[in-house]
């Protein structure tokens, strides 16, 4: 069955009309109606209503009811706002960027993991290692470095012109350097969003991690020479003469999401 048919079984249910139903009602205003939760203006017919899927509705997910049948993970829009949500019949939204920086193991790529959308791409040199040579995370052949780089710097490029049609674009990286990672978001138009975690938290997460067990000392090392290097961001009383690629300065610490 193709994935169309499967969808077009899921929609035709009574379980998903039963609660699209349900959450029009719930969810109308008691004196303009129902209104669209992405532009904020009234949905005049009900045939207009469109129920979205914040975290989209895959074959791997579809018969999973905390996701296909969440009201938590659905949104009550205009159809036309379908449409440019999902960048559909002419709608283009702009392709966004965001350099994700923190000290090894605080979190970064589990972050990217919760807020990364279906068609957005993501640069990670751990997981290009892993990509070319089917080797597990923790090896990494010094001999394939040149070939790691080169790919690393035509993704990075690509996602400077805007090339392709992704909708947002995340590297993930130890970027201790202050001056370093700003030229970087400068370069790629890139919000920047701190992953924080002390150095402690990262060895304790090192120790109970079991397939590290056997490179521990280099991880170790790893997580001190990130420390020893890091630079912070100035206040934004120092910071007034730079400015990020979004024009915006480097955004607030994030924790990850767990």
């Not at 109308?28 to 979205?52: M, N, Q, T, Y």
């Not at 923190?102 to 040199?125: E, F, H, Q």
């Not at 007034?240 to 955004?251: A, C, I, M, R, V």
Request: hydrophobic share 35%; proline share 5%; charged share 25%.
């Amino acid at each position: 069955m193709t994935k169309y048919q499967t969808l077009s079984y899921f929609y035709k249910s009574p379980e998903w009309r039963s609660l699209r139903q349900t959450l029009m009602i719930q969810r109308s205003h008691p004196v303009k109606g129902l209104v669209c939760e992405h532009c904020k203006e009234v949905i005049l017919k009900d045939i207009d209503c469109i129920a979205h899927h914040i975290k989209e509705l895959t074959l791997s997910n579809v018969h999973d009811a905390t996701i296909a049948l969440n009201p938590g993970n659905i949104l009550l829009v205009h159809h036309r706002c379908h449409n440019e949500i999902h960048t559909r019949f002419g709608h283009q939204s702009p392709q966004k960027v965001y350099l994700v920086y923190g000290p090894p193991l605080a979190g970064k790529t589990s972050y990217v993991k919760a807020s990364k959308g279906r068609k957005d791409i993501v640069l990670d040199l751990d997981e290009l290692y892993r990509a070319i040579t089917l080797l597990p995370n923790y090896e990494k052949p010094s001999e394939l470095s040149l070939n790691i780089f080169q790919i690393r710097d035509l993704l990075l490029d690509q996602i400077k012109t805007r090339t392709g049609k992704w909708s947002q674009a995340w590297i993930i990286g130890g970027y201790p350097n202050f001056v370093e990672r700003e030229r970087l978001a400068q370069q790629l138009g890139a919000e920047i969003i701190f992953i924080e975690a002390t150095q402690e938290e990262c060895i304790n997460r090192l120790l109970q991690d079991r397939d590290k067990q056997f490179v521990q000392q280099d991880w170790l090392n790893y997580i001190h020479d990130w420390f020893l290097r890091f630079s912070p961001t100035p206040p934004r009383s120092e910071f007034q003469g730079t400015e990020s690629g979004t024009g915006e300065g480097t955004s607030d610490a994030r924790r990850p999401k767990f």
